[in-house]
């Protein structure tokens, strides 16, 4: 359902020509975030993130 959403959300900014901009998870909202901004400092992924996924994929 999350990436049907996020889909739908960039689709429209593509139509609408909002270029520049990624579609993010804001609490329960799809929001449109300047590139620039997502990109402005590195992000980790916790070591308990990559715990869980190895429960679904080893």
């Given at each position: 359902?999350l990436a ?16 520049g ?15 620039a ?7 980790l ?9 190895e429960?679904?994929?080893?």
């Amino acid at each position: 359902m999350l990436a049907t959403r996020f889909g739908l959300h960039a689709i429209t900014a593509a139509h609408e020509g909002d270029w520049g901009k990624m579609v993010a998870l804001h609490g329960t909202d799809i929001v449109r975030v300047p590139l620039a901004s997502a990109t402005e400092k590195l992000k980790l992924v916790p070591i308990e993130r990559y715990k869980e996924a190895e429960v679904f994929f080893g």
